[in-house]
Nanobody, 123 residues
Framework: QLQASGGGLVQAGGSLKLSCSAS????????RGWFRQAPGKEREFVAA????????RYAESVKGRFTISRDNDKSTVYLQMDRLKPEDTAVYYC??????????????????WGQGTLVTVSS
């Protein structure tokens, strides 16, 4: 099971760090991803990281501002979000892919999802 945390209210230009912990199944040998869903919009890819952290992938909209990382000893994946913008407001979800080593960028690539954490960026 995956559980995301760390969301909250922040002013534009500020930072937040999200965490996604795993319980039961550790997903340590799985790639991991972050998605987000804003009100009235479809869920969109944010970032993904390979299980050894050797490869990362980012959506163009967050590249240079967000950083994904992981600590396999803690079965936890992080999303450091800097220079936040109001358009980053969304519920953020962590996920693990259907096929462990696939570094996917679509929701269909992922079979395991956390419950989401709300990030609100005020202008």
């Amino acid at each position: 099971q995956l559980q995301a945390s760390g969301g909250g209210l922040v002013q534009a230009g500020g930072s937040l760090k999200l965490s996604c912990s795993a319980s039961g199944r550790t997903f340590s040998n799985y790639a991991r991803g972050w998605f987000r869903q804003a009100p009235g919009k479809e869920r969109e890819f944010v970032a993904a990281i390979s299980y050894r952290s050797s490869d990362t992938r980012y959506a163009e909209s967050v590249k240079g501002r967000f950083t994904i990382s992981r600590d396999n000893d803690k079965s936890t994946v992080y999303l450091q979000m800097d220079r936040l913008k109001p358009e980053d407001t969304a519920v953020y979800y962590c996920a693990a892919p259907t096929r462990a080593f696939v570094l996917g960028s679509t929701a269909e690539d992922y079979a395991f999802w956390g419950q989401g954490t709300l990030v609100t960026v005020s202008s």
